[in-house]
Nanobody, 126 residues
């Protein structure tokens, strides 16, 4: 049994900060990468950021560069998404996902990810 559990969502004002956590569980589960995606009201799911399990290579979507930081603690099997300078357009359900297979330097599309968490809601008020 493999599972990803997100936490840390909530309601914040414009310019505020939140840190999301994604805990990975499973017997000897070692994904190639872990990514964060989000889906706002009436919008399609979009890529936010990703990190490789080894090497700590990261990649961020243009919409969050300079504001969001992805990191990991391999020993604790936890991936974090530190969000700062939040904007109303950041309002969405945020999902973490694990990719078992390598698709180039780092996966950035939902189809490349195999295991998904249930999501945590982030709401930013103006």
């Amino acid at each position: 049994q493999v599972a990803l559990v997100e936490s840390g969502g909530g309601l914040v004002q414009v310019g505020g900060s939140l840190r999301l956590s994604c805990v990975l569980s499973g017997r000897s589960f070692r994904p190639f990468s872990v990514g964060w995606f989000r889906q706002g009201p009436g919008k399609e799911r979009e890529f936010v950021a990703a990190i490789t399990w080894t090497g700590s290579t990261t990649y961020n979507a243009d919409s969050v560069k300079g504001r969001f930081t992805i990191s990991e603690d391999n020993a604790k099997k936890t991936v974090y998404l530190q969000m700062s300078s939040l904007k109303p357009e950041d309002t969405a359900a945020y999902y973490c996902a694990a990719a078992k297979t390598q698709f180039g330097p780092i996966p950035t599309t939902a189809l490349e990810y195999d295991i998904w968490g249930q999501g945590t809601q982030v709401s930013v008020s103006s």
